[in-house]
């Protein structure tokens, strides 16, 4: 056993995007690309990382294996004193964030890319995070992106494959440095335990209550199999699909009514269970359904901000609530009446890592089915999942009468998100470029009823480090509230996508029942007037609509 230095050569495409390097698994594979970007995040690391430790852990997704055994033989070459991995390789995100807290380590590194499909054809992703259990900020992930694009080489264990032993939880060692194999599960199970009200949720499934948890055969179903059957009480076979698979048996782990089409209709056949749950690849998103009522993400932000000291882990309440740009304002109406700032931050979880820090914010959340809070640093699905589950055991009510007397008591955001996949990225950054040179001119404008208030390319200083991201997504602000945001995907891996947010708010409660595409039709309007897109891409519809 030896560490040994390889020559490789420095690729030019390994910049992270919104949530850290995502790429076909092809890409992947090539001689040195993985070892490359890991070398890469090493570098950028400051001295005191050696000897310290590093989590590791990914979804499960085809390559999760090989790159987590590549990562090891790094690590010990770094001179980490210690790697921590889940058994089989295996960790959610959140259970990463959560592990790097409870160990104070180092940081860790994520293999997931997320949503995106899985499998040979699919992708695959590598992230960094920091101590703090959150992804790194900007100024490393530049700092990693300039530094692959000079590596030369890079260090590694020559130790043999099968000698990187990840299927038997226990301690070992490699070149010096500890390698601990953890049970996937058990520091996060324990960790929920200390947050919400096990009791009163068991009580509840005790007395009927059941629900359906699709994991899509990504990563959250070892999680939800043993919190919300076996410790729940939930009866056996409500966690379904509960197997992660290398290429998630062909299902797209996205937890939106498009996706988890499955769920969503036997949650809106007769005698649906009393609550609908599913979570993405690496469990960090969640959609939450009630009977024939998919619950907006943006809304169960807000519900969850609303009824947060029912829950043990928030009962002394919020110090503040932070939600994305594109996500509806339905949390700031919230934040409003109990009296809590609310800040808006670009899109990615990393914006919210500081806000948290700081414990200037305590629940945050996006539009694409991400919420969290101040007990780690990543958004959280099965977290979410049982907050929801504890408010519903505290309350006795259901997730339609919960959301409905939300809407009553605060109006409703109507809100959807209008997906175009797979376009070609020249044209879509010419779209974006001709929408930045118009919307100086939009000020004031009026479309019908509708008149621009503000139009801006939205630009986040962070009021922690006051770090500045520009061009973070155009807005036009109605004087009525409503909203259209348009901003390109940062997670893709097929061209380019672009993302047209839809916000109108209803005070209305005679409205409250309208058919949500229905209710922003008007807006839908104003969005292609204003940025053309089918002209730019050619594309009659949206590829989703969410
Ligand atoms: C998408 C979501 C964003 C989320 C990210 C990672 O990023 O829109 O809210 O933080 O995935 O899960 P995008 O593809 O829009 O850049
Ligand atoms: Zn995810």
Known sequence: MAIVSVVSRPFQDQKPGTSGLRKKVKVFQQSHYLENFVQSVFNSLPTDSIGSTLVVGGDGRYYNDVATRIIIKMAAAHGFAKVIVGHNGILSTPAVSCVIRK?????????????????????????????????????????????????TSYKISDVADDKVEITQLGSYKIEGMQVEVIDSVADYAQMLQELFDFDAIRQMFASGFNIRFDSMSAVSGPYATEIVEKQLGATKGSVVNNIPLPDFGGLHP?????????????????????????????????????????????????????????????????????????????????????????FETPTGWKFFGNLLDADMATLCGEESYGTGSNHIREKDGVWAIIFWLNILAVTKKSVNQLVEEHWDKYGRNFYSRHDYEAINSELANKLMASLREKITALSGKAFGQYIVDVADDFSYTDPVDNSVSKQQGIRIIFTNGSRIVFRLSGTGTEGATLRVYLEKYEADKTKFKQDTQDALKELIDIAEEVAQIKSYTGMSEPTVVT
């Open 103 to 151: 160990n104070k380590a180092y940081g860790g590194i994520i293999l997931s890319a997320s949503h995106n499909p899985g499998g040979v054809d699919g992708d695959f992703g590598i992230k960094y995070n920091i101590a703090n259990g959150g992804p790194a900020p900007e100024k490393i992930t530049d700092e990693v992106f300039r530094i692959s694009k000079e590596i």
């Open 254 to 342: 996205d937890p939106n009514p498009v996706n988890a089409e499955d769920l969503i209709k036997i949650m809106y056949a007769n005698n649906a269970p009393d609550f609908g749950a599913a979570s993405d690849g690496d469990a960090d998103r969640n959609m939450v359904v009630g009977k024939s009522l998919a619950v907006a993400p943006s809304d169960s932000l807000a519900i969850l901000a609303a009824n947060a000291k029912l829950v043990p882990g928030y009962k002394s309440g919020l110090a503040g609530v932070a939600r994305s740009m594109p996500t509806s304002t339905a949390v700031d109406r919230v934040a409003k009446e109990l009296g809590i700032p609310c």
